[in-house]
């Protein structure tokens, strides 16, 4: 757009929007990757507050786009287990490779047609349009996906011996509101913590066994 003040401006400022919000799991956040690019245009053309504004119209409709998108897609992914089931591989990747036709058309080319060919106001107008008890669907959707994915993760990884690390991110989340940066920083000292005192009982035991060959 040639407007590269403008492009730093709001990409720094959705940057600053979607600090936290990555889509874990498979959950489903605003979609602002796509909104700062459309905001972008829009504000290199007209003004920062109407880019802002068409950006965040974007984002929140790419986000609904993005449950319908996974809700289709699991209708797909239900046959590829079938295919599975029945040991038929190239049935089952077939089956996979059509499931992800439904993100690839909803969640960027539909949202930037509908913007690009009727405006902005055309996407506030179906987001508006759109009733409140499935818009309620998918939020309880969305919010559905991320505890599912979570769960996913926490059976792939060795708990055992290491659970407590677990509660101590959870309470410090949970109950102390502190957020994923800081539980993270919290991890990391306990976790070097717990290395060096290994390494102190690793020499231990060493010093130890060379007392014991004298």
Do not use: C
């Amino acid at each position: 757009m040639g407007d590269v003040a403008t492009g730093f401006y709001l990409g720094g400022t959705y940057e600053l929007m979607n600090i936290g919000l990555n889509p874990l799991g498979g959950s489903t956040v605003p979609n602002y990757n796509m909104g700062v690019v459309v905001g972008v245009a829009f504000g290199a053309v007209t003004n920062l507050e109407t880019g802002m504004a068409v950006g965040i119209v974007v984002a929140t409709l790419a986000s609904t786009l993005d449950v319908l998108a996974k809700m289709v897609g699991s209708f797909f992914l239900h046959k590829a287990q079938n295919k599975v089931a029945e040991k038929d591989v190239n049935g089952a990747v077939r089956w996979i490779n059509i499931g992800f036709w439904p993100r690839i058309i909803l969640d960027a080319p539909l949202p930037l047609i509908i913007l690009f060919a009727f405006g902005a106001p055309i996407v506030e107008a179906i987001n508006n349009f759109i009733p409140d008890w499935l818009l309620a669907g998918f939020q309880n959707a969305g919010n559905m996906l991320p505890a599912i994915g979570f769960a996913i993760l926490l059976r792939s990884m060795n708990l055992k011996g290491n659970f407590q690390y677990l509660l101590i991110g959870f309470v410090l989340f949970a109950y102390f509101g502190i957020g994923a940066l800081g539980a993270a920083l919290v991890g990391i000292a306990l976790a070097m913590i717990a290395y060096y005192n290994n390494q102190k009982i690793a020499d231990l035991q060493n010093s130890m066994g060379g007392v014991d060959d004298e």
